[in-house]
């Protein structure tokens, strides 16, 4: 029997995909923020730009997806195996990914984390704003400067 967890699984991935496809990336970036890293710190969090970038990119705009969340040619194709993976389990009702080894996800969940981390970090230190897009508008460096020339 499939676990209630997949099922769950399988249909918030489909309900995001489906999202992506439905609003562009300028409906979703006009609509408000459901970030609580960004709504607690007012800073961009690590993933900042990946819905809009998936949205860009299932649109066709490769250049802007890119702009808005670099990892997106990284995250995309995961989502993509995570989604036929959990349709062959629900449909064929066998686990597509039994095999590869725990530690191989292992290690490439936490090359993940850390690649998130590095682009975070280096968007989060930039003050360059790339063709308006408004990615790197919020950066501490950017922040310091605007709390150091208003006091």
Known sequence: MIGLKKLVGLGALSTALALCLI???DQM????????????TGL????????RALSALLHGDIERAVILHPLVVVVFPILVALWISLVVE????RPLLSGVPASVLNRFSTALVALFIAV???????????????????????????IVTSG
């Open 44 to 51: 961009n969090c690590p993933g900042c730009g990946m819905t």
């Open 120 to 146: 975070w970090v280096f968007r989060t230190v930039n003050t360059l704003s790339l063709n308006g897009l408004g990615c790197f508008d919020h950066s501490i460096i950017h922040r310091l400067a605007q």
């Open 90 to 93: 629900v449909v064929g009702r």
């Open 23 to 25: 609003f562009t990336a």
């Open 29 to 40: 970036a006009s609509g408000p923020t459901f970030c609580l890293f960004k709504l607690t």
